[in-house]
């Protein structure tokens, strides 16, 4: 059973550089698939980041593409985000996911505050 | 970009009732790209439907997908009590990207 666990710090600075990573058990990110990182404001919908494959192959939301960088680390079966310049907007539940476009299974998601 | 735009916002319904929730696409979506998932209160989203009208390992037969092109249905035949959440469509392409509706709430009547 796949299972993925997000960690990281839960509070960041404005102007700072937030920074999260997703543990994959149960699959090895090399055999395959995409795997992505989706957020979710306190009482909003979801937002799509952005996706990447164990290559390294990336593909970023429009809207976000100029603070984020996602990476893979295949010896530890984890892939990170980085998202620059952070500000309150930036506030949110981040969940990582497997993806084939679709997005499944997911992390049971991390809230990371901007706040000084 | 393609933006999704879902209705109702909230569907007040009575459990045993029939759930209508639409999607619809600002473009058309490529081979029926679309999913979609529950969501309930302090939980991940939950895959329920993919390609349109796939039902995810696990999914009751209770819950369907159809439509192409710009007009997407998810159809939950009788409402159980655990079927109250927000449900979000999604569309994608062949890459892996997507964009997500706002969401539709099925509360309980």
């Known amino acids: 059973q796949v299972q993925l666990q997000e960690s990281g710090p839960g509070l960041v600075k404005p102007s700072e550089t937030l920074s999260l990573t997703c543990t994959v058990s149960?699959?090895?990110?090399?055999?395959?698939?995409?795997w992505g990182w989706i957020r979710q404001p306190p009482g909003k919908g979801l937002e799509w980041i952005g996706s990447i494959y164990h290559s390294g192959s990336t593909y970023y939301n429009p809207s976000l593409k100029s603070r984020v960088t996602i990476s893979v680390d295949t010896s530890k079966n984890q892939f990170s985000l980085k998202l620059s310049s952070v500000t309150a907007a930036d506030t949110a539940v981040y969940y990582c996911a497997r993806t084939r476009g679709w997005f499944d299974p997911w992390g049971q998601g991390t809230l990371v505050t901007v706040s000084s | 970009e393609i933006v999704l735009t879902q209705s109702p916002g909230t569907l007040s319904l009575s459990p045993g009732e029939r759930a209508t929730l639409s999607c619809r696409a600002s473009q058309s979506v490529s081979s029926s790209y679309l999913a979609w998932y529950q969501q309930k209160p302090g939980q991940a989203p939950r895959l329920l439907i993919y390609?349109?009208?796939s039902r995810a390992t696990g999914i009751p037969d209770r819950f369907s997908g159809s439509g192409s092109g710009t007009d997407f249905t998810l159809t939950i035949s009788r409402l159980e009590p655990e079927d109250f959440a927000v449900y979000y469509c999604?569309?994608?392409?062949?890459?892996?990207?997507?964009?997500f509706g706002q969401g539709t709430k099925v509360e309980i009547k």
């Open positions: 999604q569309q994608y392409g062949s890459s892996p990207r997507g964009t």
């Open positions: 390609g349109a009208s």
């Open positions: 149960g699959y090895s990110i090399s055999s395959g698939y995409y």
